[in-house]
């Protein structure tokens, strides 16, 4: 299993933007790959925010992140990232990604389907 890292939650306000982080351990993983964000708040279960393939294609997105977040992803860093924008008060949560391999795109969306985790990065949005 790969080992994953994140950075980049912190405390803003309503409409502001962060740039979250998840960097992989290994380098030699393969096209196979799938990373995915997610989400969760307290007392609740836990929601697909955007995934990918590492080897490319398109990305998922749920509806809460469409029009404000963008996944995207650094081969050379081993890293992919969650820009949010326009961030809501709802959007309270803790912030983990994930990877898993040779899942389909329906799979993305699938918590259990990942077999890898990283610790989660807090993120508050507050006046």
């Known amino acids: 299993q790969v080992q994953l890292v994140e950075s980049g939650g912190g405390v803003v306000q309503p409409g502001g933007s962060l740039r979250l982080s998840c960097t992989v351990s290994?380098?030699?993983?393969?096209?196979?790959?799938?990373m995915s964000w997610f989400r969760q708040e307290l007392g609740k279960e836990r929601e697909f925010v955007a995934g990918s393939r590492w080897s490319g294609g398109s990305t998922r997105y749920a509806d809460l992140a469409k029009g404000r977040f963008t996944f995207s992803k650094d081969r050379a860093k081993n890293t992919v990232y969650l820009q949010m924008s326009n961030l809501r008060v709802e959007d309270t949560a803790v912030y983990y990604c994930?990877?898993?391999?040779?899942?389909?795109?329906?799979?993305?969306?699938?918590?259990?389907?990942?077999?890898?985790w990283g610790q989660g990065t807090r993120v508050t949005v507050s006046w």
């Open positions: 994930a990877a898993g391999y040779n899942l389909r795109q329906p799979e993305l969306e699938d918590p259990d389907r990942f077999t890898s």
């Open positions: 290994e380098r030699t993983f393969g096209g196979t790959l799938v």
